[in-house]
């Protein structure tokens, strides 16, 4: 990622310097760089937001939002507790507030994880089979 990002810095700031040294540059071109770099820092948030999610969000994504296997079920995190486990990093459990429901453990919950949540023992997959996930 890092090479990456530097390639194309200095990709950018070879075309830059040779478009400055031939024709020079204008105040009206500062303002709207300045716009243009202003405007892409400040939507950086959003991006990183979207791309790494909280592990919360996504379980919406995956599991638990609109259209997903367990929207409708106790398993919908507007029916449930959910905590994370301290003595497995990455753990999300989630405890149905109905009464004598299975515990749901889902590994790889972390905030910006790039790997989809899986189910940390049987009982979570055999939850997740029975609503079809």
């Known amino acids: 990622m890092f090479t990456a990002t530097a390639l194309l ?3 950018l700031y070879a ?22 770099l202003l405007t892409i820092m400040s939507s950086a948030p959003d991006w990183a937001q979207t791309l790494f999610p909280r ?16 929207y409708s079920t106790p398993y919908n995190l507007d029916r449930t507790q959910t905590t994370f486990a301290d003595d497995h990093p990455g753990r999300m459990v989630i405890d149905p507030i109905a009464e004598g429901l299975p515990v749901l ?29």
Do not use: M, N
């Open 9 to 11: 810095s200095r990709a």
């Open 105 to 133: 453990r889902l590994d790889h919950a972390v905030d910006g994880g790039l790997q989809h949540l899986v189910p940390a023992d049987a009982a979570a997959r055999k939850i997740l089979e029975q609503y079809g996930c």
């Open 55 to 70: 592990a919360v969000e996504r379980y919406e994504r995956e599991l638990g939002g609109p259209g997903r296997c367990l």
């Open 15 to 36: 075309i830059a310097h040779r478009l400055l040294a031939r024709f020079g540059l204008y105040l009206w071109q500062s303002i709207v760089a300045g716009i243009v």
